[in-house]
């Protein structure tokens, strides 16, 4: 199975595009692009190569053959010898669309940020997470029989969790994912609410509403059990 050859070695950003070609996330949920949502084609890929392209490549949850692979498929040159965006069929803009989708759901961004990046409504974004994890939770299952090792199952475990219930990324890595159960996940909520703001804390130590952002985590991280609460301090100890 061709997915082998990604979970070996996740890189989160190409995992989730070759999923988003998966025929049931692009043919549902209304969304495949077409001639009638050409705006919404060139606003995604605009998206794409002005914001998340390079969040993608610090957070390093890109490969350099993948990040080469887009940028070769979707930017051309004008004849001045400008960059600018080249748009792929219908189904290799949709299944862009779908990666961002399930991206910024990985990484717990807001419902509003992802419905700017890509248009679409809260139902569609919730729908192909879903699809997505379900997709993962086969892919994990397969791999197990073929004997990947665990460092591998616990990624595509936390992968699954993480699109299914928008859930941070980072802050499934702080937890024992064997312990966690359904009467955890608001726990889990919290602490990638931490994550996220302690993430966003790390890369703006200039940003104006640090301070709020400051009182905020004090308040998400004062829930907390104690568990978790040493789970964040192992991990982010500097910021709190």
Not at 90 to 113: C, G, K, N, W
Not at 115 to 124: C, H, I, K, L, N
Not at 188 to 213: F, H, Q, R, Y
Request: with cysteine; net charge neutral; aromatic share 12%.
């Amino acid at each position: 199975m061709y997915y082998f050859s990604i979970i070996k070695n996740i890189k989160y950003f190409d995992y989730l595009f070759e999923i988003a070609g998966c025929k049931n996330l692009i043919d549902s949920n209304d969304i495949l692009l077409t001639s009638k949502t050409s705006n919404d084609r060139f606003f995604v890929l605009a998206y794409y190569f002005g914001t998340l392209e390079k969040r993608l490549v610090d957070s390093k949850h890109i490969s350099y053959e993948f990040f080469q692979k887009l940028r070769s498929k979707y930017l051309a040159e004008d004849i001045y010898g400008k960059q600018c965006l080249y748009s792929g069929t219908y189904r290799e803009d949709s299944q862009l669309r779908i990666a961002v989708i399930l991206y910024l759901r990985i990484i717990s961004a807001t419902i509003e940020e992802t419905g700017r990046a890509s248009r679409v409504g809260f139902a569609a974004m919730k729908n192909l997470g879903e699809q997505a994890s379900y997709l993962t939770d086969i892919i994990r299952a397969i791999s197990i029989d073929a004997q990947i090792n665990k460092d591998i199952d616990d990624l595509l475990k936390m992968l699954s969790l993480s699109l299914f219930y928008r859930l941070h990324l980072n802050a499934l890595g702080l937890c024992d994912l064997d312990s966690i159960g359904a009467a955890n996940y608001k726990q889990i909520g919290l602490l990638a609410k931490c994550v996220e703001l302690m993430e966003n804390i790390k890369k703006n130590k200039n940003d104006p509403w640090i301070t709020l952002k400051k009182r905020s985590l004090k308040d998400n991280y004062n829930q907390l059990p104690d568990n978790l609460k040493d789970a964040l301090q192992e991990g982010y100890g500097e910021i709190l």
